[in-house]
């Protein structure tokens, strides 16, 4: 038992920086701000740019996918870049929603080292003042000052570009850092997004290298009904469930579009990822609420650039959104931040051995979801086919096998003490030396981002 404590605190170290001794000005300490290039690592002799794209589609299930197993045909496109490149089956958010999710993707951190564990979401008491003042504010914790993926992918010499369609993706939380082109419009669709695109490459705005990162929104609720895809139903469920997936076709269908117009085929690699799924009723809810089941923390990622990684590759490795930033990078030919807890998965792509097999296997993954507002927490730590979640303050604990129990539906934590023990402290570890390094910011809430906010389900009464 001694042995397997020692090995825990090892495992736990080699994720957290922090666990060794340091000063609060060492270089290596997490997310100092400075310099980026003063703790950078080579990880990579030879420097390749070509382009990168990185799609983030908001509120993707991987079960609603044809490559993930879904029995419609959603996603075309997206089918015929998986097949062409490389999909992971075990990727994990690091939250269940927007903001601490895409913010995980943008630092390499998880939520509750970036800072973001909250983001736009209005209570009954915002509601209140708006309705009788005209204004209210929400004080919000942005992006921490260390280089974000943006700013690190100018440095190597990157255009970089973004459009984004969900409210919490802007510039109050910092996310428009490092862009040299930046649009946002908190009710576009994909189609704006397409069209924001197009116009910069007519302007010449694509000669390359770049970076391009989009954000769509498009399976976020609302769910309009996209024609001819949808099919109605009288059960809202289900009908909710037509709405979602003629979303995603849609969606699909542009992106493609993108793809083929801005050459995407040649010397660019595409990498496609969801920041969270959605419930439909699979725990008793609807949306992305406080939950940390495998609906909400399950992730798409998709790698495609079959010049450079072989193709038609399924990897059961697990891994999350932390460790977008670290890959892209290495992709890049760029060195990675010594502070972020992120890994390259570079080595899982070149499809090789990667020499450190076990490492990867024994690595614990974890997830954080506030409830908005009030002060619980769920807390989530995954190793292999098992996922933790502890609830803060009840310390309520659920324990799941994720290959017997697909769809988590049996808390097995009774008969599996000797595994809640083992995930519990290295939650306990990650609780404790988890340092916050977000900035603050204030955000002005009127009328019409309060209708915004309710349409997209960013509203809850307060408690
Ligand atoms: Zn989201």
């Known amino acids: ?61 991987t079960d609603h996918l044809p490559f993930y197993g879904y029995s419609k045909d959603t996603a075309p496109y997206l089918n015929r870049l998986a097949k062409q490149g490389v999909i992971f089956t075990q990727a994990h958010s690091t939250s269940s929603w927007t903001a601490p999710s895409s913010a995980s993707v943008f630092t390499g951190l998880y939520p509750p080292q970036h800072g973001i564990t909250q983001g736009f979401h209005a209570t009954r008491t915002h509601r209140d003042e708006v309705a009788s003042s005209g204004r209210d504010e929400l004080k919000l914790r942005g992006l921490p000052e260390s280089p974000t993926l943006p ?27 490092g862009f040299e082109h930046f649009e946002h419009f908190r009710r576009a669709t994909a189609d704006w997004i397409r069209d924001r695109v197009l116009d910069w490459h007519s302007k010449g705005l694509f000669e390359g290298p770049y970076f391009l990162y989009l954000h769509v929104n498009d399976a976020h609720m609302p769910y309009e009904a996209r024609s001819p895809w949808y099919q109605p139903h009288e059960e809202d469920v289900q009908d909710a469930l037509s709405r979602y997936d003629s979303e995603i076709r849609y969606l699909d269908q542009i992106l493609g579009e993108l793809h ?96 450190d097999a076990a490492e990867w296997s024994e690595r614990v993954l974890f997830a954080h979801r506030e409830r908005e507002p009030g002060p619980d927490r769920l807390w989530g730590a995954i190793r292999g086919p098992w996922k933790l979640i502890v609830e803060e303050g009840t310390e309520q604990t659920w324990l799941f096998h994720r290959d017997r129990d697909p769809k988590e539906q049996e808390n097995v934590a009774e008969v599996e003490p000797d595994v809640v023990r083992f995930l519990g402290q290295a939650l306990r570890e990650f609780r404790e030396n988890r340092k916050v390094h977000g900035t603050s910011t204030t955000i002005d809430l009127d009328a019409e981002l309060m209708d915004d906010l309710e349409a997209l389900g960013y509203t809850e009464d307060s408690r």
């Open 260 to 355: 083929e117009t801005l050459g995407w085929e040649q010397d660019t690699l595409v990498t496609v990822v969801s920041d969270h799924g959605e419930e439909f009723m699979d725990h008793g809810q609807m949306g992305h609420k406080y939950s940390l089941y495998r609906e909400l923390n399950d992730a798409v990622f998709l790698f495609h650039q079959p010049q450079r990684f072989p193709g038609n590759r399924q990897v059961s490795t697990p891994v999350s959104l932390v460790d977008v930033l670290p890959t892209l990078l290495d992709a890049a030919g760029n060195a990675v931040p010594l502070d972020r807890v992120g890994r390259s998965l570079l080595p899982l792509l070149q499809g090789g051995e990667s020499g």
């Open 1 to 61: 038992m001694a042995d397997r404590w020692a090995w825990i605190a090892a495992a736990i170290c080699g994720i957290f920086v922090s666990c060794s001794p340091e000063s609060p000005s060492s270089p290596e300490s997490p997310l100092e701000p400075g310099n980026a290039s003063e703790s950078l690592a080579t990880t990579t002799e030879n420097r390749t740019l070509g382009n990168q794209v990185l799609v983030l589609i908001d509120t993707l299930r």
């Open 151 to 177: 700013e690190l992918m100018r440095e190597a010499g990157y255009r970089t570009l973004a459009v984004t369609g969900n409210v919490n993706i802007s510039a109050p939380l910092g996310f428009d850092r």
